[in-house]
């Protein structure tokens, strides 16, 4: 079976799956000047992966403006230096997670505690350390086809954010939600703070969107708000 490059979710939204089918997932929204914003670059090796499916869409790495990421995990930051150095476009993080950028070190996890130190201390803690240009804060619009807003949804890291684009109503989630086998939470261990990833995903629920793309596992496209809400209810 052909493997898939790139998933159209909206007029100039796109899925990159950069492990497995949707395992591992970044995003290119294009804009009317044919520019591309990437959202997130996969593990160290997604960048041809990422180029691939860009190629699927008829762009190329010299189309590619801008780069966003949700976080600095070494599987959504790991192909982020090499992206910038093939492209030539400046990286975005929220302000909390630069420093982790900028020094290609996760943010401690598991709450502190001996498996979460463990965790970060792992190879596949560490990532290519990568300059990001513009430090990004809550409520942050960026000029993205009509409208890129960031949503600060920490406690998976410290500077975690969830996009969303107005325009097209595609909500990128991050790591805030995962779609493995249905709706569900990241792994504990894999947060900074779970509890807090907890509290703040409810923002998800309270967002107007008809797409909800998640970094990890395939979209909703059925009532995603709906379906969204109906898993964080679960908590209260």
């Not at 100039?12 to 970044?26: F, K």
């Not at 992206?83 to 943010?107: F, K, N």
């Not at 709706?183 to 969107?209: I, K, N």
Request: positive net charge; charged residues 20%; contains cysteine.
């Amino acid at each position: 079976m052909a493997r898939t490059v790139a998933v159209p979710l909206a007029p100039g939204v796109w899925r990159i799956p950069t492990v497995g089918r949707a395992m591992v997932n970044s995003y290119a929204f294009v804009d009317d000047d044919g520019s591309v914003t990437l959202v997130d670059c996969g593990v160290r090796r997604a960048p041809a992966r990422i180029v691939r499916g860009l190629a699927a869409i008829g762009k190329t790495p010299a189309d590619v403006t801008r780069i966003v990421l949700t976080h600095a995990h070494a599987d959504h930051a790991g192909g982020a230096a090499e992206l910038a150095r093939r492209t030539g476009a400046p990286v975005a993080a929220h302000r909390a997670d630069v420093p982790y950028a900028e020094s290609g070190r996760v943010p401690p996890q598991g709450g502190g505690n001996t498996v979460g130190r463990f965790l970060t201390r792992l190879a596949g803690g560490r990532f290519p350390a990568v300059t990001v240009a513009r430090p990004l804060a809550d409520g942050d619009v960026l000029p993205v086809g009509g409208g890129l807003r960031v949503v600060h949804t920490p406690g998976h890291s410290p500077g975690h954010v969830s996009l969303l684009h107005e325009p097209t109503r595609v909500l990128v989630t991050g790591d805030a939600l995962f779609n493995v086998a249905g709706v569900r939470w990241p792994v504990r261990s894999f947060c900074t703070d779970f509890r807090m990833t907890q509290r703040t995903a409810h923002v998800l629920g309270e967002l107007d969107y008809d797409v909800a793309a998640f970094t990890h596992g395939p979209e909703l496209t059925d009532q995603a708000r709906e379906q969204v809400r109906a898993f964080l209810r679960r908590l209260r």
